[in-house]
C-alpha cells in the first residue's frame, strides 16, 4: 500500500494541477512579467522598463485614490453586510416568540422573509446596478420620488451626482444584492446547531442577546470567517468594479470620488491602451487582496467547537 | 521510494530529499513558463504572407487580387449593420471569385487584439463603439495601413474625380496623426451643437438666440414658465465640450482650440476660454440647468429634454436616432452652432463642430489591404452614401448624398447648420488624441465639478490645466499637433 502511494496520489493530482498552474498560475506569473515592461496591450512589440510602472503608480494619486477606496469597500462592506446579515439570521431563526411545542422559532413569517432576502442574489449585479441607477435618478428616480412624497420636496439629493454620497450610494447597493446570500448562508449554519443548547441557555434565563454572542456566534464562526473573506474578495474584485462602472459618474466620478482599483486596471488596460501599467495595477490589487486574506484568517483564528 | 525517508521527512519538516524534489518541480513548472512568456505577446512573426496585389486597371484601380479572400469587422452598435452588408454584396458583385467573411460584433477590442498581437488582423475593421482600439497606439505602432492610395484613387461615380475630393471638410485631416499618411477613414459625419425643439421655441414666441444675453433671457422666461433652460449628460460631462469648444472658437477664433489639442502651455488660460467657462457657469448660478442633472446620465438627460423639461442639451447628431422613441412627434428637432457671446466674437454665428465618426482602418498586416480599401471605395460612391443616410439617419464621410432622399427634421436641420457654417467649421481634436484626458479629466473632473457648482471657473481652469499640462509631459502617450 505504502509503496504505490506517491505514484496514486500524483496520478490522481497531475491533472487538476496541471489546469490550475495553467490557468491560475501563469496568468499569475506573466502579469507580473509585464509590470515590468511597457506592453500597449496593442502590439506585439514592447520592452523591458524595469520598475518605472512601479515608481509612476506610487507617485499617481489616482492609484492612491482607488486604493483608499477599495480599502475602505473591504473592510466596511463584510462588516456591514455579515453583520446585517447575522441579525436576520438570528432574527428568522431564533428570534420568535415563544410558541406552543416549540422553545425556539423564527419570527413570523420567516419563511417569506428568507426568500425575500434571497430574491436579489438571484439577479446578477449588471441588472442590479442598472436597477438602482433608475432609482437614484435625481429627477425623477423612485428615492427622490418618495421623499418628495412624503414631503421632503426640499430634500433632493444628486446621489450619484455628490461627490459626498456617490461611494455611499454604492456601497448600498453593493449590500443590497449581497445580504441575502448570507442570511441564507447563516440560516443553514444556525439550523444545524443543536436546539437543546438554546433551550438550556433559555431555562438558565439567558436573554436574546446572550444566546447570540453566547451560543449562536461561537458555533457560527467558521461560516463567518469564510463568508467575510468571501465578502472582502467581492468587495475588492469584479462586483464592485461593476456597479462602480455601470452607476457612476464618469464612471468613477465624480471628481474621483468613486473610483477602486479594478476600474483602474480596466480603464489603464482597455481605454489608455496601457496595459503594462493595469497589470502593475493588477498586482498591486493581488498584494492587497493576499493580505486582506491573511489577515481575516490570523485574526479570525479560534478554537474549533465541536458539537 | 521507501517508507522510512517518507516517514523521516514528516518527522524533520522540510527533508532533503524533498527540498530537492520540490525544488525540481518548481524549475518544471517555471522553466515552460518563461518560454511561453515570450511566446504570447511576441508572436509577432505570424503569418506574413499577402496575398499578391493583382493588375490595375480602370475597373480595379487599387489593384485588387481578384481571388484573394475578404475579412471584414464591422461594429454593430447604433448604425446596424445592414449599410455595411450592403456594400459588401457589392463587393462579391465586383468580385465574384474572393471569398468574403464578414462579421459583426460588439466586442471589437477583446475579438480583434489577440489577432493584431498575433500578426493575423482582418483586412478592414470599423474600430468603433465602446470597445475601440486606441488609434493613437495603433498608429504609433505601425499596426495600420495607408490609405493614401484609396484617396487618390478615381471615385467610383466620377471616374476623374479622385475619392479625396468627394469628402466632406475635416475627413481627411482627420485620419491623419502626424504628416501626410492618412491611417483612417471616418464614414459617418457627426454634427455637434446645441440640440433644440423649434416647438418648444415656438410656444415661447422665441428664436434660437445669437448672443449670450438672448440666450440668458429666454432661460429665464423658459425658467418662469417652469421648464429649465439647458440640461446635459451629467454622469458624462465630456457631452459639454460639444457645444463649449465651438463656443470658445467663436469667442476667441480656431487657434485657441488648436492651441488646446496641442497642448501648449496656458492654452486654457486664454481669455475667450474663460468668458465661454463663465457664461456656462452663468447657466448654473442662475438656476438654468434642469435640477439633478449631474446624476443623469446621457439616456436620462435626453429622455427629460425630449419630455420638454429643458430646452437646449448640447450633443451629437446620434440623438436623433438614440431619443428617437421618447421624440415626440411634432418636436421638430433642430441643431445651431452655439449661442456666441456678443458682436465682439472672432468667428461669425453658426460657427459649429462637425467631424468623421466611425472610424474605419486596414491593418497593417492584413492579407488583403487592397481589398479592405476597395470596400471603402465602394462604401463612399453616392449609392451607398445614400443607402447610409436613409437607413441610419446620419450623413456620411461623401460630401452630398442627400437629394433625393427624404430627411428627418434633424438631420435636415443638420444640413442647414452645415450649408451655414460654411468653412467655419471647426474640429477639436482631444477627444480622439487623449481620450483620458478629455474624458475623465476636463470632462468629468473640470467642467463637470464646475456645472455642479462645486467649482468656480477660474478653478476649473486652473484644474484642466494642469491635467494638459501632465499630459503633455507623460512620456507614455503619444503626442500630436495640428497641421
Known amino acids: 500500500m505504502q509503496h504505490g502511494k506517491y505514484r496514486f496520489i500524483v496520478g490522481f493530482l497531475v491533472a487538476p494541477l496541471a489546469l490550475y498552474a495553467i490557468f491560475v498560475i501563469w496568468p499569475f506569473v506573466q502579469a507580473i512579467y509585464y509590470s515590468f515592461t511597457d506592453w500597449t496591450g496593442l502590439s506585439p512589440d514592447f520592452k523591458m522598463v524595469g520598475f518605472a510602472n512601479y515608481t509612476r503608480m506610487l507617485h499617481d494619486d489616482i492609484f492612491w485614490k482607488s486604493l483608499q477606496h477599495s480599502l475602505l469597500f473591504a473592510l466596511l462592506l463584510p462588516l456591514v453586510t455579515l453583520g446585517l446579515a447575522l441579525f436576520f439570521a438570528f432574527m428568522l431563526n431564533v428570534g ?5 411545542g416549540a422553545a425556539i422559532t423564527g419570527v413570523r413569517g420567516s419563511g417569506f422573509y428568507k426568500i425575500a432576502y434571497f430574491f436579489p442574489q438571484v439577479l446578477s449585479i449588471a441588472i442590479v446596478s442598472l436597477l438602482f441607477q433608475f432609482a437614484y435618478n435625481p429627477n425623477d428616480g423612485v428615492i427622490n420620488g418618495t421623499l418628495k412624497a412624503i414631503g421632503l420636496g426640499s430634500v433632493q439629493p444628486d446621489w450619484l451626482g455628490d461627490p459626498n454620497l456617490a461611494l455611499w450610494c454604492v456601497m448600498a447597493v453593493l449590500l443590497w444584492s449581497t445580504v441575502g446570500f448570507f442570511v441564507v448562508l447563516f440560516s443553514a449554519g444556525m439550523a444545524s446547531i443543536p436546539k437543546d443548547f438554546y433551550e438550556a441557555a433559555l431555562l438558565d434565563g439567558a436573554s436574546r442577546a446572550t444566546t447570540f454572542f453566547k451560543i449562536t456566534l461561537p458555533l457560527l464562526w467558521d461560516t463567518v470567517q469564510s463568508g467575510w473573506v468571501y465578502m472582502g474578495i467581492l468587495a475588492l474584485g469584479a462586483e464592485a468594479f461593476a456597479a462602480v462602472q455601470i452607476m457612476t459618474v464618469g464612471p468613477g466620478g465624480p471628481d474621483y470620488s468613486t473610483t477602486v482599483l479594478p476600474l483602474y486596471v480596466y480603464q489603464s488596460a482597455f481605454r489608455d491602451a496601457n496595459a503594462a501599467y493595469a497589470t502593475t495595477i493588477g498586482v498591486a490589487l493581488l498584494i492587497v487582496t493576499l493580505l486582506f486574506a491573511a489577515i481575516v484568517m490570523r485574526l479570525g483564528r479560534r478554537e474549533r467547537l465541536e458539537f | 521510494m521507501g517508507s522510512t525517508s517518507a516517514e523521516n521527512s514528516n518527522t524533520e519538516g522540510v527533508g532533503r530529499r524533498d527540498l530537492i524534489k520540490r525544488s525540481a518541480a518548481l524549475g518544471l513548472i517555471s522553466v515552460p513558463t518563461m518560454s511561453f512568456l515570450s511566446a504570447c505577446a511576441s508572436s509577432d512573426s505570424g503569418s506574413g504572407d499577402k496575398a499578391k496585389a493583382g493588375k490595375k486597371t480602370t475597373k480595379n484601380p487599387l489593384g485588387v487580387n481578384e ?30 471569385k474572393a471569398k468574403v467573411n464578414f462579421h459583426a460584433t460588439q466586442k471589437i477590442q477583446s475579438e480583434l487584439q489577440p489577432k493584431f498581437n498575433g500578426g493575423t488582423p482582418p483586412d478592414l475593421i470599423d474600430n468603433s463603439g465602446a470597445q475601440q482600439m486606441d488609434m493613437g497606439v495603433l498608429v504609433g505602432k505601425k499596426q495600420l495601413t495607408d490609405l ?33 499618411p492618412v491611417w483612417i477613414m471616418y464614414y459617418a459625419y457627426t454634427v455637434y451643437g446645441v440640440w433644440y425643439s423649434q416647438t418648444a421655441l415656438d410656444k415661447l414666441d422665441a428664436t434660437y438666440p445669437e448672443t449670450w444675453d438672448a440666450m440668458l433671457a429666454l432661460c429665464e422666461k423658459a425658467k418662469k414658465k417652469g421648464i429649465a433652460g439647458w440640461t446635459y449628460a451629467g454622469k458624462y460631462p465630456y457631452y459639454l465640450p460639444f457645444s463649449l469648444y465651438p463656443f470658445i472658437a467663436k469667442i476667441g477664433g480656431r487657434e485657441v482650440l488648436d492651441k488646446i489639442d496641442n497642448l501648449e502651455p496656458n492654452a486654457w488660460k486664454d481669455p475667450a476660454v474663460k468668458s465661454a467657462f463663465e457664461a456656462y457657469y452663468e447657466l448654473y448660478k442662475k438656476g438654468y440647468i434642469l435640477q439633478g442633472t449631474p ?13 420638454g423639461k429643458a430646452l437646449f442639451i448640447p450633443n451629437g447628431s446620434w440623438v436623433e436616432n438614440e431619443s428617437a422613441n421618447v421624440i415626440p412627434k411634432d ?9 456666441g457671446l456678443d458682436s465682439s466674437d472672432k468667428m461669425p454665428f453658426g460657427t459649429i463642430w462637425a467631424s468623421g465618426g466611425e472610424p474605419f482602418i486596414v491593418p497593417a498586416k492584413a492579407n488583403n489591404p487592397e481589398g479592405g480599401m476597395e470596400q471603402l471605395r465602394i462604401m463612399l460612391s453616392e449609392a451607398s452614401s445614400k443607402n447610409f443616410t436613409s437607413q441610419v439617419k446620419s450623413l456620411t464621410a461623401y460630401n452630398g448624398g442627400t437629394d433625393g432622399i427624404t430627411l428627418t427634421p434633424g438631420l435636415k436641420s443638420g444640413v442647414a447648420a452645415l450649408d451655414k457654417a460654411g468653412t467655419n467649421v471647426v474640429n477639436p481634436r482631444l477627444q480622439d488624441w487623449y481620450v483620458k484626458l478629455q474624458k475623465e479629466q476636463i470632462g468629468v473632473a473640470g467642467l463637470g465639478e464646475m456645472m455642479a457648482g462645486r467649482l468656480t471657473p477660474a478653478e476649473a481652469i486652473k484644474k484642466i490645466q494642469g491635467y494638459a499640462d501632465a499630459a503633455a509631459k507623460d512620456q507614455s502617450i503619444k503626442h500630436y499637433k495640428h497641421q
Open chain 2, 148 to 180: 493614401t492610395p484609396l484617396l487618390d484613387a478615381p471615385s467610383i461615380d466620377d471616374p476623374s474625380k479622385k475619392v479625396r475630393d468627394t469628402l466632406r471638410p475635416g475627413i481627411v485631416e482627420m485620419g491623419q496623426f502626424d504628416g501626410a
Open chain 2, 331 to 339: 418636436f421638430n428637432l433642430a441643431v445651431s452652432g452655439p449661442t
Open chain 2, 295 to 307: 446624476g443623469i446620465d446621457h439616456i436620462q438627460s435626453q429622455t427629460a429634454w425630449a419630455k
Open chain 2, 67 to 96: 481571388t484573394a479572400p475578404l475579412a471584414v469587422v464591422i461594429f454593430d452598435g447604433g448604425f446596424g449593420t445592414k449599410y455595411a452588408t450592403d456594400a459588401n454584396a457589392q463587393y462579391k458583385t465586383a468580385y465574384p
Open chain 1, 96 to 100: 420568535g416568540r415563544r410558541r406552543k
